[in-house]
């Protein structure tokens, strides 16, 4: 590869890493939200530790992530149709999300290459769920996480930026 190049193949800086990764983890943050909701409208037969457990089942599985809690495992693993079930129906449920979903998955196959993980298969299981908008462009990282930023403070994760005051910017004369 020469200077020239643009930028394909190369590492992707080691301080965007964390960056991105927190702003994956926001993501599943507003799908664990807008899951639960959804679980709490359609499965009130369900008690609310169940539906939080089952948020966290489906989102666990779609990005393959290992839970800490092996009492979230046993769930998982107990409950695995209702699991698959709700994993087949995340495109219905949470279809809003569905751009910032594809994002934020391809952000974190890339973050993972980066870290010599291989998590493609996680990326196949959106699109088998009908998750994946394959045509979406990739952002740009900052254009992800600005996108990210936006869709926390809609879903009170964060607060909004507060506006620069001009007057504070100018020096005095």
């Not at 769930?75 to 698959?84: D, G, S, T």
């Not at 493609?120 to 990282?141: D, F, V, Y």
């Not at 996108?147 to 926390?152: F, K, P, S």
């Amino acid at each position: 590869m020469n200077g020239g190049d643009s930028g394909e193949g190369r590492a992707m800086d080691n301080r965007v890493l964390p960056m991105m990764r927190d702003a994956i983890t926001t993501v599943q943050m507003v799908l664990f939200q807008t899951l639960r909701q959804s679980l709490r409208e359609r499965q009130v037969e369900l008690d609310e530790t169940l539906h939080t457990r089952l948020a966290g089942a489906v989102i666990n599985n779609l990005f393959g992530t290992r839970p800490v809690d092996e009492a979230v495992s046993a769930f998982a693993a107990a409950n695995r149709e209702l699991v698959e079930a709700e994993l087949r129906g995340l495109a219905d449920h949470c279809a809003g999300l569905r751009p910032i979903l594809t994002d934020a998955l391809r952000m974190q196959t890339i973050c993972d290459n980066q870290e010599g993980i291989h998590s493609m298969p996680s990326l196949l299981m959106a699109r088998a769920l009908g998750l994946l908008e394959e045509a979406r462009e990739l952002p740009l990282p900052s254009t992800f996480m600005l996108q990210v930023r936006t869709l926390a403070v809609a879903h009170g994760l964060i607060e909004p930026m507060a506006p620069e005051d001009p007057a504070a910017a100018d020096p005095p004369a």
